[in-house]
């Protein structure tokens, strides 16, 4: 999607939830830094109500994978020189999207994945409605008969890589959390969203009621928040999308309106925050599984991301998938189509 790239130079940050960022921070988690975190203990810059201070720019950019690679199947972690090897070959690589690709390093603890349950590092099989569902939504995108069928990321209605869930992949990989006693807003530069969670204890939204980024509801477990979300709705998430493209993350598979989402956020460090989060949807997958991914503090702003839904674009891609079914079919090419598109 060129629309973003084209605006990628303006600084603009949203007024409602900017915030200052304390001093330079090192670029995300460097693999020389594997040793464990220092516990923020009594150290934690905390908010006037107790918790952790969250706020700030995360960047969440990692060369770790989602799933675990086939050829190191059986391992949990990588060693030194395998993961300079990944960050040469990474370094000397073309990027499509090039903007700010050398931040990514592998993630600081060494893990052959992000995904670390189940054990083997993938994603647990899909149910046989869930792959069902998956193929006809796949047949559907292929076809593009109305914009419904393409992937939301494409209609720049969520982006394909902030959430929720967070997965790292592309380009714009920034969040900006901000805290009140009552709220946490998550600000995403990809397709610039801000998911607003209460933390006041409210009750969900009645079952009816579906939202794109589901019904949130906040927490703390000591110095963890916890964010739980439902009430999605049937085309799945900005991340989790019906036929997603993302083949770096091995993402091509979505929830659909069961699906339970556990986040999690915990400070290792000052400059390290540990994002977790647990995908539980019983008709889509046989098992739930989770993610553990660290983000670093970023002395970045957060750039204005300026993709519209209903964009220009959409004309294009549908009238295309009309001109080729029309130059295969066999009536046009014989002269005796009646009610020509």
Not at 22 to 51: C, E
Not at 59 to 67: A, I, K, N, V, W
Not at 128 to 153: I, M, T
Not at 270 to 283: A, S
Request: neutral net charge; contains cysteine; hydrophobic residues 35%.
């Amino acid at each position: 999607m060129g629309k973003s790239l084209s605006v990628r130079g303006c600084r603009r940050v949203a007024a409602i939830i900017a915030v200052v960022v304390a001093g330079a921070v090192p670029a995300a988690g460097q693999s020389s830094a594997a040793q464990p975190r220092a516990s923020i203990g009594s150290t934690a810059s905390r908010t006037p109500d107790g918790h952790p201070d969250l706020q700030g720019v995360w960047f969440f950019g990692t060369l770790t994978p989602l799933q675990r690679p086939d050829d190191v199947a059986g391992r949990t972690h990588l060693t030194d020189e395998e993961i300079a090897a990944i960050e040469t070959r990474a370094g000397s690589r073309p990027e499509t999207f090039g903007l700010f690709a050398d931040r990514s390093k592998y993630a600081f603890d060494k893990r052959s994945s992000l995904i670390v349950d189940p054990p083997d590092g993938k994603v647990p099989a899909m149910t046989p409605a869930g792959q069902k569902r998956q193929d006809a939504r796949s047949a559907a995108r292929r076809a593009a008969d109305n914009p419904e069928d393409l992937p939301v990321y494409e209609r720049c209605i969520l982006g394909f890589n902030a959430g929720p869930p967070i997965i790292p992949a592309g380009y714009n990989q920034n969040i900006q959390l901000v805290q009140t006693r009552d709220y946490v807003v998550i600000h995403t530069e990809m397709v610039h969203t801000a998911r607003i969670v209460p933390l006041d204890g409210r009750p969900r939204l009645p079952s009816h009621i579906r939202q794109w980024n589901g019904d949130s509801r906040g927490r703390w477990e000591g110095d963890t928040l916890v964010i739980t979300s439902t009430n999605f709705t049937s085309m799945g998430t900005g991340t989790l999308m019906l036929d997603g493209n993302l083949a770096r993350t091995g993402i091509g598979w979505s929830p659909d309106e069961n699906l339970t989402l556990v986040e999690r956020f915990k400070l290792a460090d000052r400059d390290t925050l540990i994002y977790e989060f647990t995908i539980n949807d019983p008709t889509v997958w046989t098992k739930p599984w989770t993610v553990s991914l660290p983000m670093a503090r970023s002395d970045q702003q957060i750039f204005e991301y300026a993709c519209h839904e209903g964009n220009y674009d959409m004309r294009y891609m549908l009238s295309g998938a009309r001109a080729v079914e029309k130059a295969a079919d066999p009536a046009v090419k014989t002269g005796t189509e009646r009610n020509p598109r």
